[in-house]
């Protein structure tokens, strides 16, 4: 089971840092990734972090470097920094953990309720 946490709202060129706890054993064994949709948009990749050490992180293009994605092992959670946040980043945010690390939200097979980011202008 996952709960998605730290959404809210933020004005532009603030700072957002999303979690993502994870019920159940052997959570180094999957990786987490970060999805987001926004009304009438398809829901979209973020970013995404391999198992174990979370060696492996990889992010979208729009995230240009304002987002960092992390894990802690000993507590069960992920986490999505969010710094430098536009309007454009206004959406509901889920995370989502499976033992294969991938880009793409069928790869996935737990998903967290999703956590609302609303960024003001």
């Known amino acids: 089971q996952l709960q998605a946490s730290g959404g809210g709202l933020v004005q532009v060129g603030g700072s957002l840092r999303l979690s993502c706890k994870v019920s159940?054993?052997?959570?180094?064994?999957?990786?987490i990734g970060w999805f987001r949709q926004s009304p009438g948009k398809e829901r979209e990749f973020v970013a995404t972090?391999?198992?174990?050490?979370?060696?492996?992180?990889y992010y979208a293009r729009f995230v240009k470097g304002r987002f960092a994605v992390s894990r802690d092992n000993a507590n069960n959670v992920g986490y999505l920094q969010m710094n430098n946040l536009t309007p454009e980043d206004t959406a509901v945010y889920y995370c989502a953990a499976d033992l294969r690390y991938g880009r793409n939200a069928h790869e996935y097979d737990f998903w967290g309720q999703g956590t609302l980011v609303t960024v003001s202008s």
């Open positions: 972090i391999s198992w174990n050490d979370g060696d492996h992180t």
């Open positions: 159940g054993p052997s959570f180094s064994d999957y990786a």
